[in-house]
């Protein structure tokens, strides 16, 4: 009752359109603040809901744990995570050379038109292209690993190989590209059984030195000629997605263009 009480109150004053209040901590991350001091703050409108907070401000029992929380949260600051850079194969661009087919997947058994992936030849080499900028909430200078998600249409004992060509673009002169290999997919199978998704995983792209929002220009081919792996699969392979796993340690950049 009494905590039903103070946030009546609570609600009322913030009703009556009062915009500032000195408090001397803040908590779960409803005000703005600089460091882990206590110091006072200046409140703006924010109209507050929930029962338990209101009771925390109004009666000064603010648990450290969700202060420091917030602060981090504020910070723009979390614990370091993997995430996903997602380019399905919609979004590739093919052309003006060596273009797979866009052809059918999967359909329902009937009649339908069905689902569409590229599928890349056995024995000419086919590519698509396309950019990632890695986003503000990377960790800057940590390691990328990209990977292609495909599958096949008939079983075979054999093996794809993937190849990635890059360029990691920099304000002075851009780099030569760079040609890294998979022709192994995770789970280390010898044998590719038709109409299962497999994930080829690209050695490891070092980023030391680079910082957020760094872009980088890529293209994704079929090995069909073997030249950096083994490539004995005699039948077109399909790519469903590119991705690229980062790590990231914050919410975004404090400044919108990252230094």
Not at 23 to 29: F, L, S, V, W
Not at 41 to 61: A, E, H, M, R
Request: a negative charge; glycine letters at 6%; charged letters at 25%.
């Amino acid at each position: 009752m009494k905590k039903f009480i103070l946030f009546l109150f609570v609600a009322q004053l913030f009703a009556s359109e009062i915009t500032t209040e000195r408090m001397t901590r803040p908590t779960i991350g409803i005000w703005p603040y600089s460091d882990y001091k206590e110091e006072q703050i200046t409140k703006t409108n924010s109209i507050i809901t929930d029962l338990d907070t209101v009771y925390k401000i109004t009666t000064g029992l603010f648990e450290d744990s969700l202060y420091k929380r917030a602060i981090r949260v504020n910070k723009f600051t979390i614990d370091t995570a993997w995430e996903d850079l997602r380019f399905s194969v919609l979004s590739l661009r093919v052309g003006p050379t060596a273009d797979p087919d866009f052809t059918q997947l999967r359909d329902d058994s009937s009649s339908s038109t069905g689902v569409f992936a590229y599928d890349f030849d056995a024995s000419t080499e086919e590519q698509s292209h396309g950019n990632a900028q890695l986003p503000h909430a990377w960790e800057p200078g940590t390691v990328i690993k990209p990977h292609v998600h495909g599958t096949v249409k008939s079983t075979e004992i054999a093996q794809v190989c993937w190849g990635l060509e890059y360029v990691v673009l920099t304000s002075d002169t851009i780099p030569f590209t760079t040609i890294i290999y998979i022709d192994t997919v995770t789970t280390g199978n010898d044998t590719l059984y038709a109409y299962k998704e497999y994930i080829w995983a690209f050695p490891t792209i070092d980023m030391s030195g680079y910082s957020e929002s760094a872009n980088i220009s890529f293209r994704i081919f079929r090995d069909a000629d073997a030249d950096g792996g083994t490539d004995d699969y005699t039948a077109d392979a399909t790519l469903i997605e590119f991705d690229i796993h980062y790590i990231k340690n914050k919410l975004g950049t404090e400044n919108e263009l990252p230094d």
